[in-house]
């Protein structure tokens, strides 16, 4: 079983910086694609980046330019650092992996980002 668990969620203002990071445990990191979703209205998640196994990078619209994903398999950490936060960027995040070889998906259980204006 794969555990995630996120950190470095927390109150900004617009313009600011905010690093989230997930660390797994259990699995194969390497063999993960990892990702980060924000929910939004109607208890839905949208992806807002996304890093392959070889380190692809795939960005929400919404967000290129301003946040960068990137991984560390030696600590088996994925982080997302955030700049030029607006408010529209607030929300629940959460931490997505799955695995290439089960197929299995997991979850963590989000951090909160609020950007105020």
């Known amino acids: 079983q794969v555990k995630l668990e996120e950190s470095g969620g927390g109150l900004v203002q617009a313009g600011g910086s905010l690093r989230l990071s997930c660390t797994a445990s259990?699995?194969?990191?390497?063999?993960?694609?990892m990702a980060w979703y924000r929910r939004v209205p109607g208890n839905l998640r949208e992806m807002v980046a996304r890093?392959?196994?070889?380190?692809?990078?795939t960005y929400a619209d919404s967000v290129k330019g301003r946040f960068t994903i990137s991984r560390d398999n030696a600590k088996n950490t994925v982080y997302l650092q955030m700049d030029s936060l607006k408010p529209e960027d607030t929300g629940v995040f959460s931490c997505y992996a799955f695995d290439l070889r089960s197929t299995d998906e997991f979850w963590g259980q989000g951090t909160q980002v609020t950007v105020s204006s």
């Open positions: 890093i392959s196994e070889g380190g692809t990078t």
């Open positions: 259990g699995g194969t990191f390497g063999l993960f694609i």
